[in-house]
């Protein structure tokens, strides 16, 4: 057999290698909440994703050693809000990256409650307010499958808003 002209592609890449590759698609970056009898969690995903509109269903993978997940799985609701291109802080404080955690990631914003009772961001680009329907472990991650039982967010007063991106490991706004 012909050996190709041009290098093949990597059947199976190295994670660093499937990082960078990664790193290079942009996402919308999203704050993933919930609610139960220790209060208001949440925090910064881009792994969402739409899977049905019959009914509405949407998809968000959350790493097994999350502290939300935990907290998702007990109370079986979860909201996603979609943020702003002006929300890197918030995006960061939901990352861990501000050394808050709990209930105070939420006290600089104003949020509210849709159907679930997970908290909705007022002014987020949307907020998809989901009952949890099924998971799925995949890796290191799990797959949480949301019905979206009520939408929200659209609080943002400016006239063109922005989407708040992650490309090459920096936040954007488009
Ligand atoms: C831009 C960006 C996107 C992220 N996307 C995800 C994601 O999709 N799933 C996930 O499990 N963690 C994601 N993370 C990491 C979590 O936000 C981070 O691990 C957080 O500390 C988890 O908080 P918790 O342990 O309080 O749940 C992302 C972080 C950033 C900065």
Known sequence: MTEPVFPMPRATPEATLFRDAMAGVASAVHVVTTIGPQGRAGLTANAVASVSDAPPTVLVCIARLSRTLALIESS????????????????????????????????????????????????????????????????THRILIGEVVGLGGFGTKTAEPTSLIYRRRHFEAV
């Not at 996603?80 to 808050?100: C, K, M, P, Y």
Request: proline share 2%.
């Open 76 to 139: 079986g609701v979860f909201c996603i809000n979609t943020l702003l291109g002006e929300d890197v802080e918030l995006a960061e404080i939901f990352a861990s990256r501000r050394g808050i955690d709990g209930e105070a990631r939420f006290a600089t914003r104003d949020w509210r409650q849709l159907t679930t009772g997970a908290p909705v961001l007022s002014d987020a680009v949307a907020a998809f307010d989901c009952r949890l329907v099924a998971a799925h472990d995949v890796a």
